[in-house]
């Protein structure tokens, strides 16, 4: 085979969108086992194999919700603006799909040369992006048109009220989030994520060691650009019925709420290569340099798929966990908490990277010493800057109606 590149890469592009379809409605079903069971019910536990008394633990219940989606009637209303409504759903799929054509699912392959592959094979589709986090960036913040055009073209209240808090909430958080990310950046000096996975591998020191409070930000900010709750307020279905997607259905609706569930894996994607490591794990995975072999890639990719899945997890436990916030209790989150906690940990970040270079103290320290020292401020600052947010906060929030004070007072327009 004297070019296998093209043939390699779209070997990856379909196992990739395979791979993250079949997980994210196998997803769903162990999201609806794991619900049902942190309130003491029965899962979906039925449908097995069509036409017979298997049921195999439910695990057809995936097939029948997809089939059942998909025939549906392809009603669009009538008073929708016809095209960005068809538009919306379109983009934010395709913008949760290209994501992750820089996203690793593994270190690397060894070369197969029967198949003329004389080269280790990267698992990741795109590997020569050096900007993959600025990739990353640049496609979530076009999913924000995909609901704000679903909002807008419904022509419902509901609909556009959903795309307006979701546009505000997606907003305020992605800075945050990126104040996050900068501290990574700073510490693995690229913005590669295969890079950055090295740097982890390579010193034995995960990025959730030497940057609490970093990780804190970026997983809660996480949390609220997958609209998960408890920050699921653009599709509040007690007040806003379905939000931006009330009036999708059928195979629309799938894209829009596949879209969602995709925005999970993503996020659990890289919280686990940016904070936990990646692939990497003491005594199993071996360093960066180490040569590739069938068992040792192997390993790489289970460990990379266990930590994301235990992830996962975490999501789904505390979406049926936490109450969903007030729309102003989550705004004020992320300007008066979130936000300031981010510069914080950057600044402290590049103070640690300027006196721990090898000129300064650093030199002087050697590299377990300047690992040591970084960790240990990183978990200080996170523990001061934990306790003084809990001290300046309130401790209880007042949901209680202010009956002295008439509606007109709050809004003259009433």
């Keep these: 085979m004297s070019d296998p590149s093209p043939l390699l890469a779209g070997v ?12 994210a409605a196998y997803f769903v079903l162990l999201e609806r086992r794991m619900a049902a069971w942190v309130q003491d019910r029965r899962g979906p536990n039925r449908v097995g ?8 633990f439910g695990l057809g219940q995936p097939l029948a919700d997809g089939l ?18 068809l538009l919306a759903p379109i983009v934010i799929m395709a913008a949760a799909l290209a994501i992750f054509a820089v996203i690793p699912f593994g270190s690397s392959l060894p070369p ?11 698992l990741i589709v795109a590997p020569q992006v050096d900007v993959g986090l600025l990739y990353v960036f640049a496609l979530s913040s076009v999913a924000v048109y995909g609901v704000i055009l679903g909002g807008w073209a419904s022509n419902n209240k509901y609909s556009f009220l959903g795309g307006l808090r979701s546009s505000a909430q997606m907003i305020a958080y992605e800075l945050p989030l990126g104040l996050g990310i900068l501290g990574i950046v700073l510490a693995g000096s690229s913005l590669g994520l295969n890079d950055i996975i090295d740097r982890q591998a390579a010193s034995g020191v995960w990025f959730l060691m030497a940057q609490p409070l970093g990780f804190v930000v970026f997983l809660i900010a996480a949390f609220a650009e997958a609209a998960r709750l408890p920050f699921d307020l653009p599709e509040a279905e007690q007040e806003l019925i379905g939000g931006y997607h009330t009036e999708y259905a059928g195979i629309k ?20 290569i940016l904070f936990l490591g990646g692939w990497h794990f003491w005594g199993l995975t071996g360093s960066p340099d180490a040569e590739i072999t069938w068992p040792l890639a192997l390993i790489r990719i289970v460990v990379l798929n266990t930590k994301i899945f235990c992830v996962i997890l975490f999501f789904m436990l505390a979406r049926w966990t936490w109450p969903r916030f007030r729309f ?45 020292l970084e960790c240990l401020i990183g978990w200080a600052v996170a523990i001061g800057s934990w306790a003084f947010v809990a001290w ?10 202010r009956l002295d004070i008439h509606p007109r007072e709050v809004d003259p327009q009433i």
């Design 112 to 122: 197969i040369p029967a198949l003329g592959i004389d080269e280790p094979i990267d």
């Design 12 to 23: 990856k592009i379909l196992a990739l969108v395979a791979g993250i379809m079949t997980g």
């Design 328 to 372: 102003d209790q989550l705004m004020t989150l992320a300007w008066k908490v979130m936000l300031p906690l981010g510069i914080v940990n950057l600044v402290s970040v590049a103070i640690l990277r300027e006196i721990l270079h090898p000129t300064h103290l650093g030199g002087s320290l050697g590299s377990g010493g300047s690992l040591f």
């Design 392 to 401: 300046i906060g309130p401790l209880v929030a007042d949901n209680r109606p």
């Design 253 to 272: 609706l799938v894209l829009f709420l596949t879209a969602e569930f995709i925005h999970m894996i993503t996020a659990s994607f890289l919280i686990t």
């Design 49 to 56: 194999i069509p036409l017979t008394k298997i049921r195999l």
């Design 68 to 85: 059942k989606m998909i025939l549906k009637e392809e009603y669009t209303p009538g008073h929708v603006n016809r095209r960005l409504f």
